[in-house]
């Protein structure tokens, strides 16, 4: 069996990327379906799910009054469940045994055994700005984000996720050794990177 | 566990009731607290005496507060950790973090050990802590410094076991851990008569005994988190990790602490009496947060899985219910507190002036506590759709910072007991009526909205 997981920046177009690399090659594609599966598992919808895996720390904690040490303020609730469940619906994926292309949730690092082909996907700020406001265009008038919040996001969700990785990996972030491959999307067209992306990973597995 | 998340989703049935089941459990738990609160109050106030109450509840519990409250919040910043360590299944990593947690907490309760030893008598002259409970304040706060790191330590295992999916374990030892605070405060006080230094000893034992319980049960689990002697030593990544997550929930703790320390200056300066009151009325008074602050918890918990549904429908519902539902559990709370209070004053202490005190502080404060369900409610709902942050902005400036104006400008003017309980229901009224205002402004509604990658 071949894994190929796809850690992103976000905003930089890993997960078109890896939708588009899973059609070529025919194989299976996991990426918000892990999320769907957890939600599924416990009646809870989707967006909930993927909110309660995204909120770190205090938000868990309760504003309280005259508040006393030994109270129970902390409650990781939802959040530190789901992220057990989130690990194993990964470990059941590559137990099915079949090719398959996994977007992001730290893959690379829950499956390690499985010796995956690792891609990290990156972009330039400009880039993955522009790709995010591209997308908030087709969102209704009143939801969408300005590209200060956007910016915002953007900063967020990528400190989260080096923090996540220094966590899980128990070394500071920006270790060269820990992907296959790098890539910078900025200034490709993502059919034709496929299709480059492609045929590196099938020479590399026939190495392997 | 399976079951545990299922009896969770709030995103069908009745709405008051979905909230009920989810608040009388919680309530439940902090409850049982508070009786020990009460107990413990029971204790001193009645068999030592008006200055111990006051040398034991008053400065020296804003230190606790402050300080320990402050450590204590950071605890749930390596649980997070933990929690990431343990899903990914690596047992020895797990390990390693566990020890890492372990070790930094008793590291730092060494050093705040340290600090409270030295510094009690200087935090407490600090505070205006009337002369004639001085002694007595300082020798509580320095035995109570003695237990230190074990209470940091016992709150990094409880939330360490709690966020690998434990909690039964952590609330059983707690409620032991109460029982035999009780139960030597009895011994201590009542029959060998050692008085505030035997409540300090007493706590600082029921916190060993807590600790030992739970580090026996992480030192004996068959999980990959058994903790091993050999793994407790600091590693920087981790440390670092723990510090980003949980600094900012410890400093939204002092935010509290801080006001309340100002409010107790204000406090000291109207005298032991009024110190020992002040202590007296806290006991009723944690019963209502207690309680609030549980429905708060169930309201975030409804609001976060119906606003993931698309259910704004009963979002809506869950403020409108959650609000009535809320006033009346405060106004009956209020109601049972009026009505009993003076007759558990008599039971509470033998001082008169404490008993009378106490009442009019309680006619200050009970009546009034509906005004602060608009803050309750809407902060949770706030929370639940993802905006955090503009709450706890609002309750700072409205609740703590207002206080602290309160004190150093009018009740400095006018120095009566009045004047320094009537910023409790006027803060609670004003950032009730912002909070409102924030939230029918709507612009927090994008705040929360979770921005789709690609």
């Known amino acids: ?208 | 566990m399976e079951q545990h998340l299922d009896r969770k989703n709030l995103t069908e049935g009745v709405v008051w009731k979905k909230l009920l089941i989810f608040f009388l459990p919680i309530a439940a738990g902090t409850c049982i607290q508070q009786l020990y609160n009460a107990v413990d109050g029971l204790i001193l106030g009645r068999f030592v005496g008006t200055s111990a109450l006051a040398a034991v509840g008053g400065s020296s519990a804003q230190i606790i507060n402050l300080l320990i409250g402050f450590f204590v919040a950071i605890t749930s910043g390596a649980s997070v950790v933990i929690a990431q360590v343990y899903g990914a299944n690596r047992a020895r990593d797990v390990q390693i973090a566990a020890g890492n947690a372990i070790a930094v907490f008793a590291l730092l309760g060494l050093l705040l050990m340290g600090f409270g030893l030295v510094l009690s008598p200087a935090m407490l002259r600090l505070l205006k802590t009337p002369a004639d409970t001085l002694e007595d304040a300082i020798l509580y706060l320095r035995i109570y410094f003695i237990g230190v790191p074990f209470i940091l330590v016992l709150n990094m295992e409880s939330n360490m076991l709690r966020s690998v999916g434990d909690s039964v374990s952590p609330f059983l030892y707690m409620v032991a851990g109460c029982v035999t605070n009780i139960l030597l405060d009895s011994l201590f006080v009542l029959v060998l008569g050692w008085g505030v230094a035997g409540v300090a000893v007493a706590t600082v034992a029921a916190q060993v005994l807590n600790m030992g319980m739970l580090t026996w049960r992480l030192m004996t689990t068959k999980e990959s988190y058994r903790l091993s002697l050999r793994e407790l030593r600091l590693k920087g990544v981790y440390l670092k990790n723990m510090l980003w997550l949980g600094v900012p929930a410890g400093l939204q703790s002092s935010m509290y602490a801080v006001s309340n320390m100002i409010i107790q200056v204000g406090v000291n300066s109207l005298g032991t009496v009024v110190v020992a009151s002040w202590v007296m009325t806290g006991k009723t008074d944690g019963i209502f947060w207690a309680v609030s602050n549980a429905l708060g918890a169930a309201i975030t918990s409804f609001v976060g899985q119906n606003r993931g549904a698309g259910r704004d429908d009963r979002v809506k519902l869950c403020v409108k219910q959650g609000m009535i539902l809320a006033t009346v559990i405060t106004l009956t709370l209020s109601g049972i507190i009026m009505l009993t209070g003076r007759p558990l004053l008599y039971i509470l202490t033998k001082d008169q002036a404490v008993r009378d005190t106490t009442w009019l502080m309680m006619i200050y404060f009970v009546p009034y506590y509906f005004t602060w369900v608009v803050i309750e409610v809407l902060s949770g709902v706030l929370r639940g759709c993802g905006d955090a942050v503009r709450p706890v902005i609002i309750i700072g400036l409205g609740i703590c910072l207002l206080r602290i104006v309160w004190i150093v400008t009018l009740f400095a003017q006018i120095h009566t007991l009045f004047a320094l309980c009537l910023c409790y229901p006027v803060s609670w009224t004003l950032t009730s009526a912002a909070m409102l205002v924030y939230y029918r402004k709507g612009s927090w509604k994008n705040r929360g909205s979770v921005i789709v990658d690609h």
């Open chain 1, 1 to 208: 069996m071949r894994i190929i997981t796809i850690s992103r920046q976000f905003g930089s177009g890993g997960r078109e990327l890896g939708k588009r690399l899973a059609d070529r090659l025919g194989w299976d594609y996991y990426d918000k379906e892990i999320i769907d599966t957890l939600a599924a598992e416990h009646g809870l919808d989707p967006e909930y799910v993927k909110r309660a895996l995204a909120n770190h720390g205090w938000h868990n904690v309760q504003l309280t009054y005259r508040n006393s040490f030994s109270h129970l303020l902390y409650d990781p609730g939802h959040s530190a469940q789901l992220l057990q469940r989130e690990r194993e619906v990964l470990r059941d994926i590559a137990a099915l045994g079949n090719d398959c292309i996994i977007i992001g949730r730290d893959a690379d690092l829950i499956l390690e055994d499985y010796h995956p082909f690792r891609i990290f996907v990156c972009a330039d700020l400009q880039a993955r700005l522009a790709r995010c406001m591209g997308h908030e265009a087709n969102r209704p008038q009143e939801e969408r984000l300005t590209e200060k919040q956007i910016l915002r996001n953007i900063r967020r969700i990528d400190w989260n996720r080096a923090n996540t990785r220094e966590i899980l990996t128990g070394k500071a972030s920006g270790d060269g050794s820990a992907f296959e491959l790098t890539v910078n999307t900025t200034g490709w067209d993502i059919k034709k990177l496929t299709e480059a992306l492609g045929d590196f990973a099938e020479k590399w597995f026939e190495e392997q």
